[in-house]
């Protein structure tokens, strides 16, 4: 048997769920049962009757999951997947800027560790920050890690008062104006379609800004033939598949995000075959995380 029927004979065996991220290589892609970002996902992992789940995606993904699902088994394929921007918040600097503004509601973004979910009021996602913010009733915000998706979030609330952690994602970090511009230039119809995980002067030259979902369904139901796509290449792929007649464009170099592409497929199926990289959160933790995240879904709804 190939590689990819082994993958799908275990998964039945063991009546497991695989899901992967937007950003995740093509062929893990395809071998998912639910593709999505991390909000998708992770209510995916929530809801699912499957008692093991393998996240193909990085490391806070994984935790989430099990946050969520305490009795259930989270499996990272690739244990090693982390995500640098969630590694430049703790939890001990955090409760530091928590004494310093007592009066502050303190969000995190998803990506984030389970430690510093665990010392939040409430989690968000790219794509539900907004509706979140403007339910709380804090005039103050501490937002971590990302100062661009934080800076993104002020703009949208001038009546907020925003405290950003220095935190960024290294893959979007990558992109600059200059790189859309020369696009332009070549393809003047083009609209720029920008994560807000991007610096200011990049989403301020983009047509649209959303999350990685909504920049795929953007693109799917505008009229025009030409985009530029600055977020990480994997969700070309899913772009592609719905959008065979357009055009798609990346900014410079590729923006690539390193610890997305670990995951192989031979990855996914040995962690299958021994049920091996199992995720754990220590229970206090788990708790303290648990709340943020189920406040998360509460508000968005």
């Not at 639910?34 to 490391?59: M, W």
């Not at 939890?91 to 984030?112: Q, R, T």
């Not at 995980?197 to 009229?223: L, P, Q």
């Not at 772009?239 to 670990?262: D, W």
Request: aromatic share 6%.
């Amino acid at each position: 048997m190939s590689l990819l029927e082994n993958i799908i004979k275990l998964k039945k065996e063991k009546k497991a769920l695989i899901l992967a991220h937007y950003y995740q290589r093509p062929e893990v892609q395809d071998i998912a049962d639910y593709v999505g970002d991390s909000y998708y996902l992770s209510k995916i992992a929530k809801d699912s009757p499957e008692q093991i789940i393998v996240f193909c995606g990085v490391r806070f993904m994984a935790e989430s999951a099990k946050i969520l699902s305490p009795e259930k088994t989270i499996l990272l394929p690739a244990l090693d997947a982390g995500c640098p921007m969630a590694d430049m918040a703790d939890g001990e600097a955090l409760l530091e800027l928590k004494k310093e503004h007592p009066n502050a509601a303190v969000v995190c973004y998803i990506n984030s560790t389970a430690e510093v979910k665990a010392h939040c009021d409430v989690s968000v996602t790219s794509s539900n920050a907004v509706k979140i913010l403007r339910k709380l009733d804090k005039d103050e915000i501490i937002f971590l890690p990302d100062k661009n998706l934080g800076s993104y979030l002020a703009e949208q609330m001038p009546d907020k008062k925003f405290i950003l952690w220095p935190g960024f994602c290294i893959t979007h970090r990558k992109v600059n104006p200059s790189h859309i511009l020369d696009i332009k230039r070549i393809k003047p119809e083009a609209l720029a379609l920008a994560h807000p995980e991007c610096e200011k002067e990049v989403r301020d030259i983009s047509d649209f800004i959303g999350s990685t979902s909504e920049i795929i369904e953007y693109a799917t139901n505008n009229s025009s033939r030409d985009f530029i796509i600055v977020t990480e290449q994997g969700v070309l792929h899913e772009l592609k598949k719905r959008n065979p007649s357009k055009n798609f464009y990346t900014p410079g170099s590729t923006m690539t995000c390193v610890n997305m592409k670990k995951t192989t497929l031979e990855d996914v199926y040995e962690c299958l075959l021994d049920l091996s990289n199992s995720i754990e959160v220590d229970e206090e933790t788990r708790v303290g995380a648990l709340n943020s995240l189920v406040n998360m879904h509460n508000y968005a709804r």
